[in-house]
């Protein structure tokens, strides 16, 4: 089951300096790694210690490529990236035989690629459409006319709303809920009781998309609630209605986006993040954790960093937080 | 399967200029409107981007009904309102039809009304009784002795726990948790270690609740937990043990309601507000999003916006951010 | 099915002042108490309005040991806790009887103790083992390899990933997903698109430990994600990858834990409290609601509270929002 430190070299862009032809079965961490194992040091600073463990073998960078080792190196530009590359390499062909479990409901008129797998006691609704390889975990309900693409992989007790729209190479972690009702009600103002706005509008979700576990993704009220390729989305995070968030957007656990707001490509959010309804955070702009965008509000500024509720750049929100303290110490 | 104008108008309260016998089978946004929608506008100024969508008619205010149009209007008072009723209407009748499936585990003491729908993998245990017209979705589990009324809508994988007393015309999305044991703990003084608090209460919810995917509602401790009548609550909120929530009560997403605190009606509670232990918030406060709300705490002040933790008037707390940000630029 | 007063005082550690052989079989509060109930009062200014409600007893401190009472008394030098033991006491034998429920899907490999239960419609991998007495609820997903001890409670819809070790006396509520991948990518710089860096270690959970409903807990990255025993987390908690929790520490609802983050013994996290990566919160430190600790901070002090977002001793907290309320006064 295990690769050549040459395949490897080979797959992640990456070259050997020692035995090219020692074998490695998996990642680990220094503290964890096996004689079977590969690890990685970012700098020269762990070297040493990466040289002490029992790992066979060591991705880094180029600054130690003319490092003495006793151990053979896998010299990359970008040693981590390549450690990923390689653990993703090693993990190919370690899942289950595809296997539509017998428990599992799948109407007739569901249509299931190659090499499906559906776990145990889920149900797949009528007219589901599953790309090959795609892996749908126990538990999971799977609506109405939802399109799935393929090599996604949906984990335990997963709930998609009918009609949801999904690309290739997705993953939804345990608990997720995709395409529910926005949180939408018109007051009657001679009585001040709610009734709900229709929520019938489509959710799309592109490839390569990563949700975590119990986050929550809203389908549009009349329109659509969109996901770009490669975002990744951590756990407990909620997406409202008719939210638009572009591609390679990182949205940190808890996070919470309301209704017709709109991240651009490359927004990098921390967690508890809270964004109001009908914002625009524009392309490569950062929010830290807990910071607040206020309703309408526009977020401008490639690699400045927001902080504070209502977020404005941190270098103004820490000057604030200074000249506060000082006060309060007189 | 659809119905003419005059039935809605009719229906919605709302009056036609043009033809009456125009028929509409559905809702849209002037954007995907198709030719058997109807849409809605709230004013003057995108009336004639409705008229040039495909919409067979469209809703709008008293303001527009001198307007020369080329499409039927249907009048309304409260233009919004009268499109979401309109909805409600034309999606009666598009449910499918009730079914217990085969796999649902019901318990041979629950009492089930007229056309109920059980999902498949369901667990309906002893003692439950579910109303007329009342459909639990797929995964979800209703423990003993629950009572649910007529024309609730539970999602797949929602939870309850036992004795959870539910009115009628609920919605609970999906993953939703109801009555779990509240966080409460007696830490025993001799060696610092934490032992249960008996969370053996009540939890009652109201008719025309609705409740957001992956929420959770902790039923009293040793008393109850109450939401009133009417109330919306979002995606991922969270409800202590012992907490009063009163009718029509608003709360947007990841909000959360620490034991034995009462929102009274009427409330507007935004995203992310943290309200602690014995707070009582009075009928008519609004809650700015992210606001925090410290124990004890009495909220009070009909229409006023509440904002900044602890929460104070936003015009007192915008004051104080002006103040701060022109002593930082000093 | 009830217990004298003579067996509670012997369980509980406490001393009956009267009637030492009246029954009881439950707990209540003052309000909801039948004639069967033993209720409890911290101190003499509810003991007038316990000696009025229906119950049979009252636990109450060794201030009330003269009191001239007209019902049974409890003396215990902790009345809250002795009142939660009893409680524990008298529920003991209401479970329903152990049971493998036939549509529970069990894998061939894994181990059951005496007395397990699974619910319907759950699944149990292969090589998992369950201690004598655990309960798994319906709808969970137990992973691969999981080994979980004697005498836990896993409700409804619980999901727990491959290979997580969990001890004795473990609760987790319903819509929990324990184990999940934590939130770590590699950002390729050349095309700006993020790969995933391995989520491989391990979930190791203590003794006595509870877990609130739809909490999410990842498995460490390469390392291992820790929950000491007797902690106690709420409802909506996010606890991220190679986070390391000490014993005995109390986090209340909706807060979020971030990647490597350490909380030593005895610490108390109130609700939304946003803890950063690489923060080490020292034993004994209590960080009030909604504050927000920065990467790699440092918190230190037995018995301080901490508050605000960057968090700062409470008293300092408090004194500048007097010094910012003053001046935006003036």
Redesign the interface.
């Known amino acids: 089951m295990g690769k050549t430190l040459s395949q490897i070299a080979q797959a992640v862009g990456a070259r050997v300096l020692g035995d090219e032809s020692v074998v490695v079965s998996?990642?680990?961490?220094l503290?964890?790694a096996k004689p079977c194992d590969l690890v990685f040091v970012e700098d020269g600073r762990n070297l040493p210690a990466a040289l002490q463990s029992q790992a066979a073998a060591i991705i880094t960078g180029k600054a130690n490529e003319n490092y003495n080792s006793t151990k053979p190196l896998l010299i990359s530009e970008?040693p981590?990236?390549a450690?990923?590359?390689a653990?993703?390499l090693l993990?190919l062909g370690k899942c289950a035989d595809p296997w539509v479990?017998p428990?599992a409901?799948v109407h007739v008129s569901a249509s299931l690629g190659k090499n499906v797998s559906i776990?145990?006691?889920s149900?797949i609704d009528e007219n589901v459409t599953l790309g090959d390889e795609t892996r749908i975990?126990?538990?999971c309900?799977i609506?109405r006319g939802v399109q799935i693409g393929a090599r996604c992989s949906f984990?335990?007790?997963v709930?998609i709303?009918p009609g949801a729209q999904i690309g290739s190479g997705v993953v939804v972690?345990?608990?997720a809920?995709l395409g529910?009702?926005g949180?939408g009600?018109?007051?009657?103002?001679?009585t001040?009781?709610?009734?709900?706005?229709?929520q019938?509008?489509k959710l799309i979700i592109e490839d390569n998309v990563?949700i975590?576990?119990?986050?929550?993704v809203?389908r549009g009220?009349?329109?659509v609630t969109r996901i770009g390729r490669?975002t990744?989305i951590?756990?407990?995070v909620?997406v409202?209605h008719n939210v638009l968030i572009g591609e390679?957007v990182?949205i940190?656990?808890?996070t919470?986006i309301?209704g017709s707001s709109v991240l651009e490509n490359?927004v990098i959010v921390?967690?508890?993040v809270?964004i109001?309804d009908h914002v625009r955070i524009e392309s490569g702009a950062i929010l830290g954790?807990?910071s607040?965008i206020?309703t309408k509000k526009i977020i401008r500024g490639k690699g400045v960093v927001f902080w504070?509720?209502?977020a404005r750049p941190i270098r103004?929100y820490l000057?604030?937080?200074?000249?506060?303290?000082r006060?309060?110490k007189k």
Chains 1, 2, 3 share one sequence.
């Open positions: 998996g990642v680990a961490s503290e964890s970008q981590r990236l450690f990923a590359r653990a993703a993990s479990h428990s409901i776990g145990a006691h149900t975990g126990p538990g309900h609506g984990l335990a007790n709930t709303y972690h345990a608990g809920v529910s009702d949180f009600y018109v007051c009657d103002t001679a001040g009781r709610y009734e709900k706005f229709p019938i509008g990563e975590g576990a119990n986050s929550t809203d009220a009349l329109d490669g990744k951590d756990n407990l909620h409202g390679d990182v940190a656990a808890q919470g309301s490359g921390g967690g508890q809270g109001a954790a807990q607040g206020p504070g509720t209502p103004e000057k604030e937080l200074a000249v506060l303290a006060l309060a």
